[in-house]
């Protein structure tokens, strides 16, 4: 398992963009597929986007053209822009990682390294 660090969180207002960020120290990305996940208050935690170990992307259909998800191997960092942000995107947004079959690919469940999470709060 990998240690996940995410930061870049914090208040933001409607239409306001963002860029989360994910990094660990204690190992490294190659081979991993990625993915950002979200948990408002009272909800389950939600799939936002994924970046596979061939490079191949997934987003959550309703933020689908929001949102860009890439990483840097040199500085073994994941990211999150957000653009457009929206109160109903307020939510803990946590990094994920791991060897995941495609089909788990959007399935908290498939991943077995995960961030503590960072807040987002988007104000009307």
């Known amino acids: 398992q990998l240690q996940l660090v995410e930061s870049g969180g914090g208040l933001a207002q409607t239409g306001d963009s963002l860029t989360l960020s994910c990094g660990t120290s204690q190992g490294s990305f190659r081979q991993k597929d990625m993915a950002w996940f979200r948990q408002a208050p009272g909800k389950e935690r939600e799939f936002v986007a994924a970046r596979r170990r061939d490079g191949h992307l997934y987003y959550e259909d309703s933020m689908k053209g929001r949102l860009t998800i890439s990483r840097d191997n040199a500085k073994n960092t994941m990211y999150l822009q957000i653009n457009s942000l929206k109160p109903d995107a307020t939510a803990v947004y946590f990094c994920?990682?791991?060897?995941?079959?495609?089909?788990?690919?959007?399935?908290?469940?498939?991943?077995?390294?995960w961030g503590q999470g960072t807040q987002v709060t988007v104000s009307s």
């Open positions: 994920a990682a791991g060897v995941v079959i495609l089909s788990r690919t959007r399935d908290p469940s498939g991943y077995a390294s």
